[in-house]
């Protein structure tokens, strides 16, 4: 069956937030194709991850000592009660990441970065071991579809003023691609100036922030109609979006 997994990080509801109502179209879209039965929503701000504990780290510890164990023995590792509810909290996310075909991140840019409703579910998904097969050694993810929908309330784009100041794009895709996703299944799509509308002294930005999220509109209807896999991200198609 056909799987989403669809993030968003952003601590603004969908009437306030860009990246909010792009995943959501996305994901509206690729529910029209494929019915509602493989796609799981996770609100990483209404409901966020609890952060790392010096017990999670206790057991990540442990088992990448091992190697690449099999998940269902990792809770026999656990050497404490506060170690066995940090396996408890971090297994379900493992297994949703594990099982969908694609993932739909929503993620406005934070002081340049990403924000830390997102960092906490990186930090606690990036178990040693998780998306590795324990037989072979294989990248569970390479298969996996990743796409990353960002709004940034400046223009961050190559050749802009502030390119250097993007923190958020090499970190996610240095991210996802050591993770395993292979990176021509990695997408980026960008909604820039966002922040034109209601910033004074951005405003002669507002015809850029338009064209833009036109732009980003079309970018996240097409990739949810394109089967997962598909699209070649590492030769262009992330700039082509920006």
Partial sequence: MTSLLHLDSSASDCGDSVTRRLTALYANTWRRLHGSAGYRHRDLAAEPVPLVSPAFVSLGIRVERHGAVPLPKVAEMAGSPAEEREWALTLPLIAEMRAAETVLVGVPMYNFSVPASLKAW????????????????????????????????????????????????????????????????????????????????????????????????????????????SGTAGSGTAARMR
């Fill in 122 to 229: 990186i930090d606690r998904v990036t178990f040693p071991g998780a998306f590795l097969d324990p037989g072979t050694g294989d990248r569970l993810l390479r298969g996996t579809s990743v796409v990353v929908v960002s709004a940034r309330g400046g223009c961050y784009a190559p050749g802009t003023p502030r390119e250097d100041f993007d923190f958020q794009t090499p970190y996610l895709r240095a991210y996802f691609t050591e993770l395993g996703v292979a990176p021509e299944n990695l997408r980026f799509v960008h909604a820039e100036m966002t922040r034109a509308s209601d910033v004074p002294a951005l405003a002669h930005f507002k015809p850029l922030a338009a064209d833009s999220l036109a732009a980003a509109r079309t970018a996240v209807s097409e990739l949810a109609r394109r089967p997962a896999g």
